[in-house]
């Protein structure tokens, strides 16, 4: 196989004698031949994903515009029989939801991974297009992800396996993280887009240090300590996925990326407020960003 292709890291792959990706309802022959997803997937070079299936769908609408991919109609949710998530396909580009946190995200990493494998796609990289809360940036401002930092505020993911403890790195690659910013920020975007460090927590309560959940056992200043801490920490925007997402993509050497738009400052309190109108204006600003750099590296 090319070098360039995905290398997964399961020798128990290399002698299954069928695969079915379950959760996308894609199956792989009993033969083992892969032709039919090379054909309809080969091409792929981007895989973005987003929490949900319309905000992916208005991407791949979004995609076609700045990609010129001439097509028309409502794009196809390639994944619907599945039930789980949705997928679409515009051009190299595959735009597939991953649900909220990192526990529905990497099912279909996994999946999306192992089907890049038998597609053979060529160095396919990996964009999470998110909403996340900001740390003392205003609403609005696109956060790039340096350095993907746990709940525990450590930089890496931690994952029970066989009934161990398992942790791994979790780094995002530097040069998607240079190239969204170098080819992905306009001077007249009115926003900003900036590179800075993220957390990534299993829960969106008591994880990012809210006092309006069902539970709180701590006092606003016990959170405002540790969201201090997180800023100390060059920390600025706040999710449930980043983590689990560097590690798994390290692990794998597929490079990735994670490109968020902040809803809150996080530093003023706890409660999503702004409007719904507001929330899609704000939701579009990583599809600038991130076609931006897509359009740039197919030139290249
Ligand atoms: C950001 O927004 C979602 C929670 O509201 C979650 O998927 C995340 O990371
Ligand atoms: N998503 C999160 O995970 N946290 C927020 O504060 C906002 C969106």
């Known amino acids: 196989m090319s070098e360039k292709t995905v290398k997964l890291l399961n020798p128990h792959l290399e002698t299954a004698p069928s695969d079915y990706l379950y959760h996308l309802d894609i199956n792989v022959a009993n033969t083992g031949d892969t032709t039919e997803l090379q054909h309809k997937f080969g091409d792929v070079k981007f895989i973005c994903v987003g929490g949900t299936g319309s905000r992916m769908r208005q991407l791949a609408l979004y995609l076609r515009d700045v990609l010129g991919v001439q097509e028309s109609g409502d794009p196809v949710d390639l994944c619907e029989r599945g039930q789980r998530y949705a997928m679409y396909k515009v051009g190299p580009v595959l735009c597939v939801s991953h649900g909220i946190g990192s526990a529905s995200f990497s099912v279909v990493l996994h999946e999306l991974l192992k089907l890049v494998k038998y597609a053979r796609c060529q160095e396919p990289v990996i964009l999470r297009i998110g909403t996340c809360g900001g740390l003392g940036v205003p609403p609005g401002t696109v956060v790039a992800t340096k350095n993907a930092f746990n709940g525990l505020l450590r930089n890496e993911h931690e994952i029970a396996i066989l009934g161990q403890r398992v942790v791994r790195p979790a780094q995002f690659s530097e040069d998607v993280n240079k190239d969204v910013i170098a080819f992905g920020v306009d ?3 009115g926003f ?6 993220t957390m990534g ?4 309560y008591e994880g990012q240090g809210r006092i309006d959940g069902a539970i709180c056992e701590y006092t606003e200043k016990d959170k405002m300590d540790f969201l201090q801490k997180c800023h100390d920490l060059g920390i600025r925007n706040i999710e449930m996925e980043a983590s689990m997402f560097a590690s798994v ?4 050497g597929v490079k990735a990326g994670d490109v968020c738009v902040t809803l809150i400052d996080r530093l003023k309190g706890d409660q999503v407020s702004i409007t719904m109108d507001q929330k899609h204006e704000f939701e579009q600003r990583p599809f600038l960003v991130v076609g931006r750099y897509i359009m740039k ?3 290249q």
Do not use: Y
């Open 187 to 189: 001077a007249n975007d």
């Open 192 to 197: 900003q887009t900036i590179s800075a460090n």
């Open 201 to 204: 927590t299993d829960c969106f």
């Open 249 to 252: 993509t390290q692990k794998v």
């Open 297 to 299: 590296l197919l030139q």
